[in-house]
């Protein structure tokens, strides 16, 4: 064990017990006075000595609680440590302490070790386990009776993350995504509205295989428009089951790499290098651990009911992406899911897609660092062999399974409702734009030249990408009209566009 420095909550706990945890966003210390210094990437808090716990972990483990973020994969390896009998002596000091009832339930809840509150006098009024003013919580809690708490933590003992309520995930769970619809519906004549979200429809599709560097078939591709067009139909309780994800699955995959089941064997994610190594960027849990985290997602979504959508999204999202229960068409089924519990929870009007995706593949860096967020976690951690043949194992699973199971993921809802905001300024309404330039361009060009609509259509999107401007060898493909014609279709352009328009897509079909 290691002296403690001045450290409180969970860099007392980590460094008292010598654990090799993910890094903390946080860490507490003594200091002369209140104070919060951010840093990179942790925020260190200065606590007065009146604050100091007794030397005792279940002390700090109370502090956490009270000042320190949650670090459920810390916990659980202190708890691991900490016999049961010291643990029920503890609370035993202060039965009807909400503080002690709290730790006591965590405990059990972590390790699966029956403290039998009934026979340590557990009594007092319930109180929520986590506090709705520092942590994203469901809105239906479970009454535990025996510990006279409210379980408001958004998942299980297989799978439970937590969204820490930053300044951020509060503004992203005010995100009135229907609001900013109904506005941009009421811009625009009802036609042009309804031909953008049908464009929007392919594109997402298109780009969330363009995400992979893959081009899907036009059949694979029609599948995918037609599984987004039934995202949210689902049931609760159906959502994330095997039989609906392996079925989406077929849908998305080549036919030779369908699966009916969760995988058997340990994927990863890597890159080959020139001499022919495997550069690993991220492993997924093995596969012992795959049936019961599914199992676990499953029930985040139905004990997570009520609770913001754009939360339960995010988590539903990247739980399943970073679990990736499947040999291939994870990344794909993983942006699915963020439209389908959108959908699920009327976040989003039926028959309405937000090209997220869309966006996702013109910001990949930030993508990209949204997962990495979750990775670079727990690859510091893991330790793994590959052999000749390129199969993984992991040589540690003991000691990153809480990282697997019990995920902050703050960033990730707070990455969502960036790429959400995105997908509706940088995709929607430029789209929107775009119909509403084009049609009207196409209107009153048709009154200067009757030319062939796709002959006009062609010259729309030729203007649109160069932005109001024609080059000699574009002008040669409309040889047949005069410079007085061409400079009349121009200006009409420019006008309809806004002196050259807004960056967007092709029209629609």
Not at 469 to 490: N, W
Request: with cysteine.
């Amino acid at each position: 064990m290691l002296m403690d420095n001045g450290r409180l909550g969970n860099a007392w706990l980590r460094d008292h017990f010598g654990l090799v945890v993910t890094p903390l966003a946080k860490e507490c210390r003594l200091g002369s006075r209140p104070k919060v210094v951010p840093g990179d990437g942790v925020e260190w808090e200065y606590f007065p000595k009146s604050y100091t716990p007794e030397p005792h972990p279940l002390a700090h483990v109370e502090f956490v609680l009270k000042y320190d973020h949650l670090h459920l994969e810390l916990l659980r390896r202190v708890f691991q440590r900490l016999p049961q009998e010291e643990v029920a002596s503890w609370v035993a000091k202060q039965p009807t302490g909400k503080w002690a009832r709290r730790v006591g339930y965590l405990y059990e809840f972590l390790t699966g070790r029956n403290l039998d509150p009934k026979a340590l006098g557990v009594g007092g009024n319930y109180a929520p386990l986590l506090e709705g003013s520092r942590y994203v919580v469901a809105a239906n809690p479970v009454k535990v009776q025996g510990w006279r708490i409210e379980d408001n933590l958004l998942g299980s003992r297989a799978f439970c993350p937590v969204v820490r309520l930053t300044a951020a995930v509060q503004e992203a769970i005010q995100l009135d995504v229907a609001s900013r619809l109904d506005e941009l519906s009421s811009r625009y004549p009802p036609d042009i509205f309804r031909r953008a979200i049908g464009y929007l429809y392919e594109k997402e599709t298109r780009s969330s295989y363009n995400i992979e560097r893959e081009e899907p078939t036009p059949d694979r591709e029609a599948r995918f428009v037609a599984a987004l067009h039934d995202a949210g139909k689902a049931s609760l309780d159906v959502a994330l089951s095997l039989p609906r994800l392996a079925s989406l699955q077929n849908i998305i995959v080549d036919p030779r790499y369908a699966q009916s089941a969760y995988r058997a064997d340990q994927n990863y994610i890597g890159e080959t290098l020139p001499n022919y190594r495997q550069r690993i960027h991220y492993v997924p849990p093995p596969p012992q651990f795959v049936d019961s985290m599914m199992a676990g997602l499953g029930a985040f979504l139905t004990k997570s009911a009520g609770s913001p959508s754009l939360t339960r999204a995010a988590i539903a999202a990247f739980g399943f992406v970073f679990v990736h229960p499947f040999e291939d068409g994870n990344g794909r089924l993983h942006r699915f899911l963020i439209h389908d519990v959108l959908a699920l929870d009327g976040f989003i009007p039926p028959g309405v897609i937000l090209p997220v995706s869309a966006w996702m593949l013109k910001n990949l860096a930030d993508y990209d660092a949204c997962l990495e967020a979750y990775s670079r976690r727990l690859m510091g951690m893991l330790r793994y062999d590959l052999d000749l043949d390129d199969r993984l194992t992991v040589l540690n699973p003991d000691d990153v399974e809480g990282i697997y199971r019990y995920p902050d993921m703050t960033t990730q809802v707070e990455y969502l409702a960036t790429a959400i905001e995105g997908a509706l300024s940088q995709e929607l309404e430029p789209e929107l734009n775009f119909l509403s330039g084009f049609d009207a361009a196409k209107r009153e060009m048709l009154a200067v030249v009757d030319m062939p609509d796709r002959k006009l259509r062609n010259l729309i999107n030729i203007l649109h990408k160069s932005r109001g401007t024609l080059s000699k060898v574009k002008r040669e493909l409309y040889a047949e009209l005069t410079d007085g014609e061409m400079e009349k279709l121009i200006a009409i352009f420019r006008t309809s566009f806004g002196m050259g328009g807004e960056e967007g897509s092709q029209p629609s079909p």
